[in-house]
């Protein structure tokens, strides 16, 4: 028998629950997202969004920042202005949203009400989204992590990376530097308050936690040959802070079990794994996923590597 995953213990109030039983939409299967970086001009009305899983993820949420709110927020001293104009934009798009009553205190569309003191827990405590900002100093040459508050960590920590540019913070994916790079550093440089950009990350996982936080040196190999396959996307967007400049990095989380996926749907993504460069597909699973995929959705015609 496989030994138990070493996997982070979650707050005792958690949820049992935080997935979808479906991904809202399949990045795999959009040609507009799956050429890297794959960005895409966002309506500022749509940047921040809610879901069917908003009250079990926002209960996980309360109970991180509570109970741990050292692992999941961070911010330097000079984050601090950005900090404040990130409140108030937040607070200024949910008037929008009638699921939330805005008054003193502000209660969320699950009925909990969320207290202002603490900027940023109170950022978390908001909405679904993880929020990071970024800054780039003065004769820098890439932006670097002044913090905010991330508590669904795709297997990275938010301590590791404060204050690391963009190359740094990405130096555990093996293809960023050379393919992307260059890219999103541009993409950084020219953003807009009033042109926001989104774009999609999907990976596949063999737990379907939230919260996954791990270190660089501590990483552990996922069991794609026997242990069940959850789909995790995030929706990612990046904003400018019209005041400070700071660059507002969101990240809203779905995961969803592998199980959902149609069969035409499970063979356009084990086509999208088998497609990947060689170095991304080493990184996301390699043959041995690909090998499971096709035992799942193609095993008549298995889809090999080109």
């Known amino acids: 028998m496989a030994k138990p995953r070493p996997l982070p213990l979650l707050p005792e109030t958690a949820p049992a629950r935080t997935d979808l039983d479906r991904l809202p939409f399949l990045p795999f299967a ?14 500022p009305a749509a940047w921040l969004e809610r879901d069917a899983a908003f009250a079990a993820q ?30 108030g934009l937040v607070l200024q798009t949910l008037q929008a949203d009638p699921g ?15 207290d202002l003191s603490d900027p940023l827990i109170a950022l978390g405590r908001l909405v679904q989204e993880d929020l990071l900002l970024l800054d780039k100093p003065q004769g820098a040459a890439e932006h670097r992590l002044l913090g905010g508050v991330l508590c669904f960590p ?20 093996p293809y960023y530097a050379e393919a992307l790079g260059a890219r999103v550093q541009r993409l950084f440089d020219a953003i807009r308050p009033e042109r926001p950009l989104w774009r999609a990350n999907w990976l596949l996982h063999t737990w379907p936690e939230l919260y996954q936080p791990a270190e660089e040196a501590a990483k ?7 242990d069940p396959i959850w789909l995790r996307m995030e929706r990612q967007t990046l904003r400018r802070l019209p ?12 995961v969803a079990p592998i199980e959902g996926l149609t ?44």
């Open 30 to 43: 959009d040609p507009k997202l799956t050429r890297g970086p794959g960005i895409q001009p966002l309506d």
């Open 100 to 114: 939330y009553a805005l008054g003193a205190p502000i209660v969320r569309p699950d009925g909990v009400t969320v």
């Open 220 to 226: 552990k190999p996922r069991r794609f040959e026997t």
């Open 263 to 306: 069969a035409a749907e499970g063979r356009t993504l084990t086509q999208a794994v088998a497609a990947l460069p060689e170095t991304e597909y080493g990184f996301k699973g390699g043959d041995v996923l690909l090998a499971r995929l096709n035992a799942l959705f193609a095993p008549a015609a298995p889809i090999g590597r080109a």
């Open 243 to 254: 005041g400070t400049g700071a660059v507002v990095f969101g990240i809203k989380t779905s």
């Open 58 to 87: 926002m209960a996980l949420r309360d109970a991180l920042l509570a109970e741990r709110p050292g692992q999941v927020t961070a911010l330097l001293p000079e984050g601090v202005a950005a900090r404040d104009e990130l409140l």
């Open 154 to 173: 795709a297997r990275w920590s938010l301590a590791e990376k404060m204050a690391r540019g963009l190359l740094a913070i990405h130096a555990p994916i």
